[in-house]
């Protein structure tokens, strides 16, 4: 325990089993002919492989002055990248509701420069549009259009992709292929189709060309922080070089659908073990799964904000997407890091079903103790606990002042005006102001809490759409009585118990 009364998780005496073993054990793999097998080689081959991915990514964040960057940056215009990165930045440090003068110069410079530039601009532009609590709601809204699909590949291109990617033709490997996409996105299209023993399915194309554009793109990025960097003082303590460093990696990751097909299969062991049986994951085909291409089942539902909620319990879903949400990251320590609402599908009968697993956190023993110190921490609104459980994970320097960094973010926050009652847009709000309270620091936030501060911040949108009169505080201590029941003393969360 932290100061006698926070969280601790024994993960020895959790006694979960290995990857390996859910994977021999699970019926939900066994399902379908030849998927265990091809789980246990993933399990191998894919970690590596994304291993291999952070020094990439690090490599394209300290880009060396070469032809390649001065191509990309040339494109885009290399004064137009230092305004955006510095007006991107000074958006973060301002409150959400405040709109100055020079707002809308900002949002057409950076506007511009998204529709102008390559695939990552238009990533860019995803995240700054899936970013509320994070940026201005100005700049969230304006960059709504980045979540719209994109321009489809021609016609026959998909099938020729996927028929170059297993060589053999499409009627071979489907009864039906739909040369319509269901939706095309910067990354990718996905398709309809139908396996010969009449399966639903949907196969995701990789856009061809893609990965050298993204690295010369995330050159471009990388050459514009330096510089923004070198002029301003706004630039240098927002770390504008450390989120370039941290987009290159989720990109990188995102481009290689070896790495989505174990992310899926080792979410959905995590579900099967834990008895979530209200969540669905997809389930992908073994021997259709490529760097380039990859086959899965199709699941079904819509997009929560497109659902019919009338006569679903909206407290009861609210209640088990926090559930499960925590529990796939603070037992199981693996969870999807891209809940916004087109990869979170409801059916008629109130069952998730999750899509999308390109970008998924991963935390070993000791950041999974600190996330539930953290988490019981902002439950309380305690700001000086939550600071003590990120120094514990490994986000902020363990010499930096943390009593002048309490007490400035206690300016801002005003946690003493929260509490249970408080609803989720002021708890929202509470989280997007210690994360920019933390980046004016030029503190670097690790990827894996980057994206768990994300799901909870689109919990915000979730419990705003099933549920708008709920407490979220209220609906937190619940879940936790329940793991401490589901798990014993091996999850003891001591400040709920007082």
């Not at 998909?158 to 028929?163: A, F, H, L, S």
């Not at 399966?199 to 050459?223: C, H, N, Q, S």
């Not at 089942?297 to 997407?321: C, F, K, N, Q």
């Not at 103790?369 to 606990?385: C, G, N, W, Y």
């Amino acid at each position: 325990m932290v100061n006698g009364t926070a969280s601790f998780i024994d993960a020895d005496r959790l006694a979960l089993p290995s990857t390996a073993e859910m994977i021999e054990s699970s019926l939900w793999l066994a399902d379908i002919p030849g998927l265990r097998e091809a789980a246990m080689r993933w399990s191998v081959e894919v970690p590596d492989a994304a291993r291999e991915l952070l020094p990439k990514a690090r490599s394209l964040a300290r880009p060396e002055i070469d032809g390649t960057m001065v191509a990309a940056v040339g494109r885009t215009a290399a004064h137009l990248l230092v305004l955006v990165a510095i007006d991107v930045i000074d958006a973060m440090g301002r409150p959400p509701e405040s709109t100055p003068p020079s707002e809308d110069r900002s949002l057409k410079r950076i506007e511009n420069l998204v529709r102008a530039g390559g695939p990552a601009w238009v990533k860019l532009g995803q995240f700054i549009a899936t970013s509320g609590g994070l940026l201005p709601e100005t700049w969230v809204e304006s960059f709504a259009w980045c979540r719209d699909e994109v321009k489809p590949l021609a016609r026959r291109v998909p099938r020729r992709i996927v028929e170059r990617a297993f060589e053999r033709p499409i009627e071979d490997l489907f009864a039906d292929f739909d040369d319509r996409p269901l939706g095309a996105a910067s990354i990718a299209q996905v398709h309809r189709a139908v396996a010969h023993d009449g399966r639903e399915l949907v196969v995701k194309i990789r856009r061809p060309g893609l990965r050298k554009r993204f690295e010369a793109d995330i050159r471009a990025m990388a050459g514009a922080a330096r510089a923004a960097e070198k002029v301003s003082p706004v630039a240098r303590t927002g770390n504008v070089s450390g989120f370039v460093e941290l987009f290159a990696q989720l990109v990188l990751e995102e481009l290689d659908f070896r790495i989505e097909a174990f992310n899926m299969v080792e979410l959905g062991l995590s579900a099967e073990h834990g008895g979530a049986g209200y969540v669905r994951f997809p389930r992908p085909v073994p021997g259709l799964v490529t760097e380039r291409v990859l086959v899965m089942e199709r699941l079904p539902g819509v997009s929560y904000t497109s659902a019919d909620l009338e006569g679903i319990d909206g407290e009861r879903l609210l209640r088990l997407a926090i559930e499960g949400i925590l529990e796939h990251t603070l037992v199981y320590g693996v969870f999807h890091g891209d809940l916004h609402a087109g990869n979170v599908l409801i059916d008629s009968d109130g069952t998730f079903s999750l899509v999308d697993f390109g970008i998924v956190g991963r935390l070993g023993k000791s950041q999974k103790a600190a996330l539930a110190q953290f988490m019981v921490a902002f439950a309380q609104m305690d700001v000086a606990r939550q600071l003590d459980a990120m120094v514990t994970f490994g986000a902020i320097p363990p010499d930096q002042d943390l009593v002048a960094l309490t007490a400035e973010i206690e300016a801002e926050v005003k946690p003493h005006e929260l509490d249970e009652s408080s609803d989720v847009k002021e708890l929202a709000d509470a989280l997007g102001k210690l994360i920019k309270v933390l980046s004016r620091h030029g503190i670097r936030i690790p990827k894996e809490l980057v994206l768990f501060f994300k799901n909870l911040l689109y919990l915000n949108g979730f419990a705003a759409t099933v549920a708008p009169d709920a407490a979220l505080l209220a609906q937190v201590a619940p879940v936790f009585g329940y793991f401490h029941t589901k798990y014993g003393h091996a999850m003891d969360f001591a400040a709920f118990d007082q």
